[in-house]
C-alpha cells in the first residue's frame, strides 16, 4: 500500500509504503540487526512485559534524529525498568555503533532497519523515494497493542517528545 502526500520532504509530499497503523491496533513483529556480522535479529518480542516507546529516524547523522535519539537517552533512565526505548533507523549497524559510541547513547537500543526495510514496510514508515524510514514515534504497552502514534508532518521537523513521553508514563 502506497500512501503519496501522507508526509512531506521540506514541504513536498512523499511517499510511504505499508499500512497506516492506528492507535489500538496490534503492533506488527518485526526483525531487526544489531550487528553488521551476526545474521541474530532482534524481535518485538525481545521486549515482551515492557512498554516500549520506538523512535523512528531516516539516519542518526542528521541533527534532528541526533537530538531526537539523544533526548531519549536522557529521558530513559527517568522512565525505568518497565520502559524499553528502541530506536530505529536505516543506518547499517556498523555506523549505528560507531555513532552511538561518539555520542554516549547506553540506554536506548538501537536497531537498524537497513537490510530488507521489515520494520519501515510492517508499520508503513518506508520512505519509496528515498530508501529510509519517516520519522516516527509509536507507543506500545505491555501486550504490544498501539497506544500512541506519531508520524512527524515533515521529516525535517521533531517529534512532540512531551507527548510521547506523556504516553509511556500513562501505561505505568
Same mark, same amino acid.
Given at each position: 500500500m502506497e500512501r503519496l502526500g501522507a508526509v512531506t520532504f521540506k514541504g513536498q509530499p512523499i511517499t510511504l509504503v505499508g499500512p497506516e497503523l492506528q492507535v489500538g491496533d496490534r503492533a506488527p513483529n518485526f526483525r531487526l540487526r544489531k550487528s553488521a556480522f551476526s545474521d541474530e535479529r532482534t524481535t518485538?518480542?525481545?521486549?515482551?512485559?515492557? #512498554?516500549? !516507546?520506538?523512535? #523512528? #529516524?531516516?539516519? !542518526? =547523522? *542528521?541533527? @534532528?534524529?541526533?537530538?531526537? *535519539?539523544?533526548?531519549?537517552?536522557?529521558?530513559?533512565?527517568? !522512565?525505568?525498568? =518497565? @520502559?524499553?526505548?528502541? *530506536? #530505529?533507523?536505516?543506518? !547499517?549497524? *556498523?555506523?549505528?555503533?560507531?555513532?552511538?559510541?561518539?555520542?554516549?547513547?547506553?540506554r536506548v537500543t538501537v536497531l537498524s532497519d537497513y537490510y530488507d526495510h521489515n520494520f519501515g514496510l510492517s508499520y508503513g514508515v518506508y520512505i519509496k523515494e528515498f530508501g529510509l524510514d519517516h520519522r516516527a514515534i509509536f507507543v506500545l504497552d505491555k501486550d504490544d497493542v498501539i497506544r500512541y502514534i506519531e508520524l512527524v508532518p515533515d521529516v525535517t521537523e521533531h517529534p512532540n517528545y512531551d507527548a510521547a513521553l506523556e504516553a509511556v508514563r500513562a501505561l505505568l
Open positions: 518485538l518480542g525481545d521486549f515482551a512485559g515492557k #512498554v516500549k !516507546l520506538i523512535s #523512528v #529516524v531516516p539516519s !542518526l =547523522d *542528521t541533527p @534532528v534524529c541526533d537530538a531526537q *535519539t539523544r533526548r531519549f537517552n536522557e529521558e530513559a533512565s527517568r !522512565l525505568g525498568e =518497565d @520502559v524499553a526505548i528502541i *530506536t #530505529v533507523s536505516c543506518d !547499517l549497524p *556498523t555506523a549505528q555503533a560507531r555513532w552511538c559510541g561518539a555520542a554516549g547513547i547506553d
